[in-house]
């Protein structure tokens, strides 16, 4: 399975990283390098093999209903790169 | 061209719990802006969410209510994409194994009562609140509600006219509502609904092209867009054209859908089962353990005050309509169940024709229903006559007296002693010869004379039913 | 006579409780030494000097009252991949560059509690990204053994700072070897517990599945100490274990006799290098001698885990990392003329190399029409090597393996190849696909006069075992004396 440059192109925008174009041929390389190599799974037979997304033992992992304290407004907001009113502010966003 | 229009809504229930899905933060509406959030709805580096138990147990509701299968096991999952309103970048919702399958809810059409079916309800984190209200360059982000836990509720696409969509969406809040898992407020959107409207030509068994709408905020509003949406989409295949399968959404202002404006293409969530989540685990014991809880829904109570009751339908729909009623009646017929119609006839009648009277709640009743249940168990024992009884009602309104405290006090037993009201009969004939003679002659109608006379001496506390019997016999002897 | 910053945590204690030394001058010593010697190292993101003098005062003072923990008063620094709340925690990118958390993580926290003195955040491969610590927006951190070489990764920070004596002890983030291929390139121990041992509340998350926090020391005996402090359930973090953790150390001691070692055929391969080779098995000869029963076992799918790991850790990493938008926290870009704009060009800005290649290959393998082909298939590879481990403890108590299949490699070797960079975890990823405890401990030297690590790996939850054979063999060596001249 190889990628062609306009699926580079995709991929990029669904992980909004604006790339530059010496980014793109170097990942474009990369990429098809570390595919073709992990192609080899490819020759495992799987079937009937369930998959190990939870590693995690099973258990009682609930919390009950109930309020823990919030942060101050001022402390939610204080890393905010740009904030008004209260309120984490970005450029307009056009539905 | 006839078409048929295909409808399907998803609904989303702000569940009402006291906490957010994930996290301790409080989901009370209407505070200021990013007051109630912490690390952990903010989506800060390093932070892990925690499933909420009750969040489960009312989504179980939910299911149980709607005839859905509860399963087991099931998957969060993550469902990816980039929005300012959205802190991880991916909201925890679930995909292909989601907590309800299947379901259904009875709506009543001009056809008569009509099955929707629902696909799923899954359970889903809410995002936070974009506004953009008097801004010109910038929009503000409010996080407050990021984190507020959702149900998410899928129908078959079964449905087929706007008035069905009204109705099964009215159907669907009733029930969120009777059963306390959310507060059914579309205003303040703990109720949300989107549509999807697809037309096909009458009799063709293919689905159109779908078209997915949004922002329907009110009854009103989703019955106008599904409307106008029907007729767009008429237009177009009417004129040769294909529908196109978009997202759109309802301008309030102007009447009708608009195409979302959007650079994307159909987006790739990438859904990947959440890892930093188990599964969740629902046993037998827990599904009945709510159910056990659960309040009785409207339907199913109607249906048992017919069976077990005995009821009318009719009675048993205005008794239900509210459960601070339906409860009253309840409890009366548990302190006397010899004659529940009886006690139907009273709450319904003289009880409600008070209240409304006095401009008093059925919550605020100065009636017991134990009260109310003396009274009828007098009646039915004949200790009173129905006509007393409206009198020693008038008494025990608004006081703590007892039926039996009453009726002593004022001296209201009925006199069902048969020599006493044949005396009593005795010199009522006497005393009207005349007419005694002319019902003897035929005139029925004057037993009704004797009757009221013989009440009369007996300032209405003889037993009605002895002194017609008597007043026959002695009349005719 | 060694210096108090030579000093291992329990030798600290010793001496702390009985009146030696106080805390406030054990950590001005510390202090002094980073003072000294960081400058060539660059094992820190930040020395928090105040934060660390306060809270030597407040040792002194619990000291004073007997109100003392294991770790009272010992000067510990923290990879900088964990919220410590009002210090800087920037995962070594320009994408939280200077962000401070408003929380502590979990782990943190229990060390605070426990009167631990924070000297700092070490260095890191970008978001725990790299096998180096040259995937750092901030520098590399070079191998106290020789300065031209890395330290590993990607805890390299925190296990340079042990080998240099500049801390008693660390804390690191391991997902595909991180605390033990640095621990071995450096010479020092470095644990990675099971997973679900220890909490992640508070860990900056690379691959949810595969991350656990352990300690990097000096000894054996400190990284039981440490695993103790940090080990346990965590309410905030669903994927912790609720098993009771026992007592690591009540059992370090035990030997190994009546153990079985084994011995897995696929690391002892051509690939590795000789002398790194010829150390392990001089180490299984050494726990041999010591009482254990040695046999060779086989992991037949060993060759597939790097592949399997490269497509299950960069998806979750792709989804984990979606959160650095620019929005709430971090470095936004400025001047953008819309939302998409500031989206793109903040993470574009904000994010390494590296990062933006595992951001890639995630996204891809998550993607629609290849999700089942890549994501879901490498999830299935998954079972079939926790499998390997599951059948191969069925007749051994703990596995030996190499830690890395070479020394320290030169600053700038392999930063042009990927894919040369990932197999430099050949044998540690599996562990972590199969959430198992491994530890590395120091069993030599190479042919450059650079550490080699020998890899002890056990049964889940049984960390006990791997601790108690590591200890065995450390006594039987003299390997954990060796110390980098600085």
Not at chain 1, 39 to 52: F, M, N, Q, R
Not at chain 3, 324 to 338: E, M, N, P, S, T
Request: hydrophobic share 40%; proline share 5%.
């Amino acid at each position: 399975m190889t990628i062609a440059r306009d699926e580079v192109r995709k991929i990029a925008h669904l992980a909004r990283l604006e790339l530059t174009d010496a980014e793109m041929d170097a990942l474009e390389g990369d990429l098809n390098a570390i595919l073709g190599y992990v192609a080899k799974l490819e020759t495992l037979d799987t079937s009937g093999v369930p998959t190990l997304e939870h590693a995690a033992e099973a258990g009682d992992t609930w919390r009950d209903d109930a309020n823990r304290p919030s942060l101050e407004r001022e402390r939610a907001l204080e890393s905010a790169p740009d904030q008004a009113d209260g309120c984490f502010s970005v450029p307009k966003i056009i539905e | 061209m006839e078409y048929e229009a295909v409808i399907g809504l998803e609904v989303h229930c702000q569940l009402a719990t006291r906490s957010k899905i994930f996290c301790g933060c409080a989901t009370t509406f209407g505070q200021p802006p990013n007051s109630q959030t912490c690390p952990i709805c903010l989506g800060h580096p390093g932070v892990l969410p925690v499933l909420n138990r009750q969040a489960v147990a009312y989504t179980i509701r939910a299911g149980l209510a709607t005839h859905g299968v509860i399963q087991s096991s099931s998957v969060f999952a993550r469902k990816h994409y980039f929005y300012p309103d959205l802190p991880k970048g991916y909201q925890i919702s679930q995909y292909d194994k989601p907590i309800i399958d299947g379901g259904y809810v009875e709506i009543v059409t001009d056809a008569g009562p009509k099955r929707i079916g629902l696909t799923r309800i899954h359970m889903e984190e809410d995002a936070g609140k974009n506004l953009h209200e008097g801004l010109e360059s910038v929009s503000h982000v409010d996080l407050n509600r990021a984190g507020v836990p959702l149900i998410e509720i899928v129908s078959e696409p079964d449905l087929r006219t706007s008035d069905e969509a009204v109705a099964y969406l009215k159907k669907l809040r009733d029930i969120v509502v009777y059963l306390g898992v959310c507060d059914g407020n579309m205003e303040e959107g703990n109720l949300r609904c989107d549509a999807n409207v697809s037309l096909r030509p009458k009799g063709q068994e293919a689905f159109g092209t779908k078209v997915e709408m949004k922002n329907m905020n009110s009854f009103r509003f989703l019955k106008a867009a599904v409307e106008y949406e029907m007729k767009r989409q008429a237009q177009v295949l009417d004129r040769g054209g294909t529908v196109i399968q978009e997202t759109r959404l309802w301008d309030t202002k102007r009447g009708v859908t608009e195409s979302m404006r959007s650079k994307e293409e159909a987006h790739d969530y990438r859904y990947m089962p959440e890892p930093d989540l188990l599964p969740v685990v629902v046993d037998p014991a827990w599904v009945e353990e709510v159910r056990r809880q659960m309040p009785e829904l409207p339907d199913a109570k109607r249906e048992r005050f017919v069976a077990s009751y005995g009821l009318s339908e009719y009675d048993a729909e205005v008794l239900t309509a509210s459960q601070a009623l339906a409860d009253f009646f309840e409890k009366s017929v548990a302190a006397f169940d010899g004659d529940p119609k009886l006690t139907c006839n009273w709450v319904m009648g003289e009880l409600m024709a008070r209240l409304n009277q006095d401009g008093t709640s059925i919550e605020a009743c100065p009636l017991t229903p134990e009260q109310l249940a003396g009274l009828v168990g007098a009646i039915h024992g004949g200790t009173i006559s129905g006509k007393i009884a409206k009198t020693v009602f008038g008494h025990l309104y608004g006081s703590n007296k007892t039926a039996e405290q009453v009726i002593e006090a004022e001296g209201l037993v009925q006199v069902s002693d048969t020599g006493a009201i044949d005396a009593i009969i005795a010199e009522v004939i006497a005393a009207h010869p005349n007419e005694a003679a002319d019902y003897r002659g035929g005139k029925d109608k004057l037993l009704g004379f004797f009757v009221g006379q013989v009440m009369k001496q007996t300032q209405g506390k003889a037993n009605p039913k002895l002194v017609n019997e008597r007043l026959r016999a002695m009349l005719s002897a | 006579m060694t210096e108090p910053t030579g000093w291992t945590i329990h030798e600290a204690r010793a001496r702390l409780d009985g009146g030696e030394i106080s805390a406030a001058e054990l950590t001005d010593a510390l202090l002094a030494r980073i003072a000294r010697v960081e400058g060539d190292i660059h094992a820190f993101n930040t020395v928090t000097e105040d934060l660390a003098k306060a809270q030597a005062r407040a040792a002194d003072a619990r000291i004073a009252q007997r109100d003392v923990h294991p770790l009272t008063g010992i000067g510990i620094a923290l990879k900088d991949n964990m919220a410590t709340e009002g210090v800087e925690t920037n995962c070594s990118s320009r994408i939280l560059k200077g962000y401070r958390p408003p929380y502590d993580g979990t782990v943190p926290a229990r060390l605070k509690a426990d009167g631990a003195v924070t000297l700092g955040k070490t260095n890191l491969d970008e978001f725990a990204m790299g096998s180096s610590t040259e995937n750092s927006a901030f520098g590399a951190t070079r191998n106290p053994w020789d300065r031209a070489r890395a330290p590993g990764g990607s805890s390299g920070g925190s296990a340079a700072a042990v080998a240099a004596d500049l801390c008693l002890g660390a804390l690191g983030s391991d997902t595909g070897g991180s605390i033990r291929q640095p621990a071995s390139l450096c010479g020092v121990v470095g644990l990675k517990p099971t997973y679900g041992r220890v909490s992640r509340y508070g860990l900056v998350a690379f691959a949810s599945s595969l991350d656990q926090i352990g300690p990097l020391t000096k000894d054996v005996e400190d990284a039981a100490l440490l695993l103790s402090a940090i080990s346990g359930r965590d309410p905030l973090d669903s994927t912790s274990s609720a098993r009771p953790v026992p007592d690591f150390l009540a059992t370090l001691k035990d030997g190994v006799a009546g153990l079985t070692v084994g011995v897995p055929a696929e690391y002892f391969v051509e690939g590795a290098d000789p002398e790194v080779l010829a150390a392990v098995r001089a180490g299984v000869d050494a726990l041999a001698a010591a009482g254990a029963k040695v046999t060779e076992v086989s992991l037949p799918h060993t060759a597939y885990a790097v592949a399997c790991y490269y497509l299950v850790a960069t998806a979750e990493a792709s989804s984990n990392l979606s959160r650095y938008d620019g929005v709430r926290y971090g470095h936004r870009a400025q001047g953008a003329k819309d939302l998409l704009e500031m989206y793109m060009a903040s993470r574009e800005g904000g994010f390494g190399t590296e990062v933006k290649r595992r951001i890639m290959l995630g996204t891809y393998a998550l993607s629609a029409g290849y999700y089942d082909a890549y994501y879901r298939k490498a999830q299935q590879v998954r079972t079939l090597i926790l499998r390997d481990f599951q059948a191969a403890f069925e007749s051994v108590d703990v596995l030996v393996t190499p830690t890395s299949p070479t020394g320290a490699f030169p600053i700038g070797e392999r930063t042009a190849d990927p894919l040369k960079m990932y197999l430099s975890d050949i044998f540690t990823i599996s562990v972590n696909l199969a959430g198992l405890p491994a530890i590395s401990v120091p069993c030599g030297l190479d042919g450059a006069g650079c550490p080699v690590g020998m890899q002890v790996i056990g049964r889940a939850f049984d960390e006990a075992t791997v601790l108690r054979t590591a200890w065995a063999f450390e006594q039987a060596t003299d390997h954990h004396k060796a110390k980098p001249s600085l």
